[in-house]
């Protein structure tokens, strides 16, 4: 089965930039799309953004739109999540999903998680 495995959070100030990482690895070939969610403290799981393996075809949510950017190279396995103009409110453990969901907005949809990585954004 598939294994994902999320890096590159920290510590950025508002307005900042930021890239994360999450690599796949084992048996991935089956899966259709991978993506990012994010959860605060005291707060439900958000969709932010997912692409298509191999399509390309992404997908963001409402409150990330313009400002982050999803990417992958299939080759290295990697899906990226580019983070511009970051705002407190990003703060959250993001997440790394993969698998063939219906939709894509919902994490019940994914069968494969990543550990997380924290983003904190100071203002």
């Known amino acids: 089965q598939a294994q994902l495995v999320e890096s590159g959070g920290g510590l950025v100030q508002a307005g900042d930039s930021l890239r994360l990482s999450c690599v796949a690895s084992?048996?991935?070939?089956?899966?259709?799309?991978m993506a990012w969610f994010r959860q605060a403290p005291g707060k439900e799981r958000e969709f932010v953004a997912a692409i298509g393996w191999n399509t390309g075809n992404s997908y963001y949510g409402d409150s990330v739109k313009g400002r982050f950017t999803i990417s992958r190279d299939n080759a290295k396995r990697t899906t990226y999540l580019q983070m511009n103009s970051v705002k407190p409110e990003d703060t959250a453990v993001y997440y790394c999903?993969?698998?063939?969901?219906?939709?894509?907005?919902?994490?019940?949809?994914?069968?494969?998680w990543g550990q997380g990585t924290q983003v904190t954004v100071s203002s």
């Open positions: 999903a993969a698998g063939s969901p219906r939709t894509v907005l919902g994490a019940h949809e994914y069968g494969y």
């Open positions: 084992g048996r991935t070939y089956g899966i259709n799309v």
